[in-house]
T-cell receptor
Framework: GESVGLHLPTLSVQEGDNSIINCAYSNSASDYFIWYKQESGKGPQFIID?????DKRQGQRVTVLLNKTVKHLSLQIAATQPGDSAVYFCAEGYGNNRLAFGKGNQVVVIP | EAGVVQSPRYKIIEKKQPVAFWCNPI?????LYWYRQNLGQGPELLIRYENEEAVDDSQLPKDRFSAERLKGVDSTLKIQPAELGDSAVYLCASSFGGKTGELFFGEGSRLTVL
């Protein structure tokens, strides 16, 4: 039988299109947010972070948007490539250097 | 530069047996983390070390889990005795600096308890 939690929200995107992955966080005291990418069989890999005093930050092909009013975080990937296929996690930092990960979102890039 | 190194990559044991995982962080990283990741879920913190001191072990099931980082460098995580529900990937991560910064993760140790 299938295991609970095996089915991740999945975003299927055509190669070359833009991807948007969303994350809702719960702790209004969180002051630091990070997006991680996890490929099959590997550990999470840092993509980009943002402090709570910012609402947007750009990296190479990626942009993170933070809306503290509704406790929402998003990751935009421009010109999605096959190598972007992975599970993406958002994480929120709070308190004494605590970091809590959200549920993952699977991105599948269609060539 | 070598990344975070973990061993073993895979371990299959029967319930009630002990198991240990080893982690060598990135050189110079004073903060070391052990996370547990269940299938389809995000990593959950078990313990965080600043140098050799465990500064956050509130999520570590202390009845069967133990960890050490004796010289402030590499670390071991032990489970004794293992239960079926301990099947998961155990991830080690390290970072530099006091404030939560970029964590560098190892590839993890996948534990299967039969």
């Amino acid at each position: 039988g299938e295991s609970v939690g095996l089915h991740l929200p999945t975003l299927s995107v055509q190669e070359g299109d833009n991807s948007i992955i969303n994350c809702a966080y719960s702790n209004s005291a969180s002051d630091y947010f990070i997006w991680y990418k996890q490929e099959s069989g590997k550990g999470p890999q840092f993509i980009i972070d943002i402090r709570s005093n910012m609402d947007k930050r750009q990296g190479q092909r990626v942009t993170v948007l933070l809306n503290k009013t509704v406790k929402h975080l998003s990751l935009q990937i421009a010109a999605t490539q096959p190598g972007d296929s992975a599970v993406y996690f958002c994480a929120e930092g709070y308190g004494n250097n605590r970091l809590a990960f959200g549920k993952g979102n699977q991105v599948v890039v269609i060539p | 530069e070598a990344g975070v190194v973990q061993s073993p990559r895979y371990k299959i044991i029967e319930k009630k047996q002990p198991v240990a995982f080893w982690c060598n962080p990135i050189s110079g990283h004073n903060t070391l983390y052990w996370y547990r990741q269940n299938l389809g879920q995000g990593p959950e913190l078990l313990i965080r070390y600043e140098n050799e001191e465990a500064v956050d072990d509130s999520q570590l099931p202390k009845d069967r889990f133990s960890a050490e980082r004796l010289k402030g460098v590499d670390s071991t995580l032990k489970i004794q005795p293992a239960e079926l529900g301990d099947s998961a990937v155990y991830l080690c991560a390290s970072s530099f600096g006091g404030k939560t910064g970029e964590l560098f993760f190892g590839e993890g140790s996948r534990l299967t308890v039969l």
